[in-house]
């Protein structure tokens, strides 16, 4: 079956860095999307992976082992409009999306 | 700008009273999506187009029905809805389907059902 792991919940503070973690097992694989998403919003694109490695994008990285089936998104310098659900998705062999039910992100002062 | 626009943001209806929500891109992208979100879970697909080809997958109930006139335009029609069926509904458009792009989302319409 497909199936996409990610902790429900975590909490960190303003300033600090927080590293969410996410294991997928999907049926063929074409890359690793991350979004975010505010209460009652629409999600937004972060980042895409498909090779192994850190992709770097301003205060926010994701990293892909495909080997591990892994990904972690890594978020600098947390501001507190970081506070957000971050939602993992594997690209499957059909080009659609398996969605994770996302890691609500606290952020404390 | 190129954006994905859905209409109403809210909406609110009767159990039981049929309800049409509008999604529409001005990104001519080849690929909508309709998705289900209910709260703190996954986004459940309940069908796409790629351009006029309808897709439904295995498990949306017969309750949900979506037409795509045009490129730009995708309805969701909920005939009977029930108290489960309150959710939030997201569009999401792709420029193609066979592509490592990502998906574009609108704001979502939150339905209520009474």
């Known amino acids: 079956g497909q199936n996409i792991d990610q902790p429900t919940e975590m909490t960190a503070t303003e300033g600090a860095i927080v590293q969410i973690n996410c294991t997928y097992q999907?049926?063929?694989?074409?890359?690793l999307f991350w979004y975010q998403q505010h209460a009652a919003e629409a999600p937004t694109f972060l980042s895409y992976n498909v090779l192994d490695g850190l992709e770097e994008k301003g205060r926010f990285s994701s990293f892909l082992s495909r080997s591990k089936g892994y990904s972690y998104l890594l978020l600098k310098e947390l501001q507190m409009k970081d506070s957000a659900s971050y939602l993992c998705a594997s690209l499957d062999s059909n080009y659609q999306l398996i969605w994770g039910a996302g890691t609500k992100l606290i952020i404390k002062p | 700008d190129a954006m994905v626009i859905q209409n109403p943001r809210y909406q609110v209806t009767q159990f039981g009273k049929p309800v049409t929500l509008s999604c529409s891109q001005t990104?001519?992208?080849?690929?909508m999506y309709w998705y289900q979100q209910k709260s703190s879970q996954a986004p459940k697909l309940l069908f796409h187009y790629y351009d006029k080809d309808f897709n439904n997958e295995a498990d949306t109930p017969d309750n949900f029905q979506s037409r795509r006139p045009n490129t730009s335009f995708c309805f969701l029609d909920i005939r009977s809805p029930g108290l489960g069926d309150a959710a939030m509904y997201l569009c999401?458009?792709?420029?193609?389907?066979?592509?490592?792009?990502?998906?574009?989302f609108g704001p979502g319409t939150r339905l209520t059902v009474l």
């Open positions: 999907t049926s063929g694989f074409n890359g």
């Open positions: 990104l001519n992208h080849n690929v």
């Open positions: 999401a458009t792709r420029p193609t389907p066979l592509s490592y792009n990502e998906q574009f």
